[in-house]
């Protein structure tokens, strides 16, 4: 018969087995604006228009970058689709959408059913928590591109907001508080420094009592996602601008919605850094600026809001669980 497509890396037969087992799990995403099945070349899904006066479509691109790596060193796949989702619906909340439907992408060079399956199934156990669909996916097997053992994934999100209340940070003013909501950990964004700062020095199996479980567990906390805390205060007026804080930092980030003319000044000594940042500053004896710059620093998103109503959005947060901390205000800009 001479040489096959499986010969030279790609088993066309594991990437169908592959699907088959994804399936339950996907249609598990699925609610009623869904018409299309697990399999057709797209997905579709009938816009809830009865639920918007005057809707707009709000969509975000994203991957999960080096944090991969650990995913690789631990064996660990169950958590990477949660990041990416969770990444996801917190773009688009910053301007006050939530989410219809995702998309995902997963290239591997050879297939390995239950590296995928985990994979899959954490973009759908995160799809469930934010109500969002998992409509459709594309599974490439990619021989001789990607190392053994390693993959690439990368998402799209659809979400919608009525028009009326897009958050821009238009209202933004000086002297607005800005809140900050905790994250879980990196999130998704400086592990490339991370990793060569703690992996040159310790396994991923190491457990350390300053972070009370192992690094790999660290390193690999789920990127958290903020659509239960947020979304009922999307149509609240108050409600000045959100920031998702990512690569860039607290600064970086925060600039994309403050208006021209101001600026945030953070109060650096409102909180402290939760253990994993302290691991990594001290190991690899890295300055304040470029932590800052670098990391989250343990706040995953902002709010601004008016001085007057600090207090209404922080019982707000308190009574979902989730303590707020005042890090600084919008002050204008030299």
């Not at 249609?27 to 057709?40: C, H, I, M, P, R």
């Not at 209340?165 to 002297?175: H, K, L, M, V, Y």
């Not at 149509?235 to 003319?261: F, Q, V, W």
Request: charged share 25%; glycine share 12%.
């Amino acid at each position: 018969m001479g040489i096959t497509y499986k010969d030279a890396g790609v088993d066309i037969d594991a990437g169908e087995s592959a699907v088959n087992k994804i399936k339950e799990a996907v249609k598990a995403t699925y609610n009623e604006n869904v018409l299309s099945d697990v399999g057709q070349f797209g997905g579709f899904y009938r816009f809830p228009r009865d639920e918007y006066a005057d809707p707009v479509l709000v969509s975000s691109t994203d991957g999960v970058g080096t944090k991969l790596r650990i995913a690789f060193q631990t064996g660990i796949h169950t958590t990477i689709g949660q990041d990416l989702v969770n990444h996801c619906v917190n773009d688009i909340l910053t301007s006050g959408a939530t989410p219809l439907f995702f998309l995902d992408y997963i290239g591997i060079g050879a297939m390995d059913e239950e590296t995928v399956n985990g994979i899959v199934e954490g973009f759908a156990a995160a799809c469930k928590e934010n109500a969002c669909v998992l409509i459709g996916g594309e599974m490439a097997e990619m021989a001789g591109f990607y190392a053994p053992g390693e993959y690439d994934v990368a998402g799209t999100i659809v979400g919608a907001v009525e028009r009326d209340n897009i958050i821009n940070g238009s209202t933004i003013r000086p002297g607005n508080v800005v809140l900050g909501l905790p994250s879980t950990g990196l999130h998704t964004n400086g592990y490339t420094l991370a990793r060569k700062v703690l992996l040159d020095k310790y396994d991923v199996d190491k457990h350390l009592a300053k972070l009370e479980e192992t690094v790999g567990e660290a390193l690999l906390r789920i990127h958290k996602s903020y659509l239960g805390e947020i979304a009922p205060l999307i149509s609240d007026r108050r409600l000045k601008g959100i920031a998702h804080i990512t690569g860039g930092g607290l600064l970086g980030n925060s600039r994309r919605i403050i208006p021209e003319g101001m600026e945030l000044v953070v109060d650096w000594d409102a909180w402290e850094f939760p253990p994993i940042f302290q691991l990594i500053q001290e190991t690899g004896d890295i300055s304040d600026h470029e932590m800052r710059r670098t990391f989250n620093c343990g706040i995953g998103l902002v709010i601004v809001v008016p001085e007057a109503d600090v207090d209404y959005f922080q019982e707000h947060f308190h009574s979902r669980e989730l303590e707020s901390i005042i890090i600084g205000r919008i002050e204008k800009s030299n």
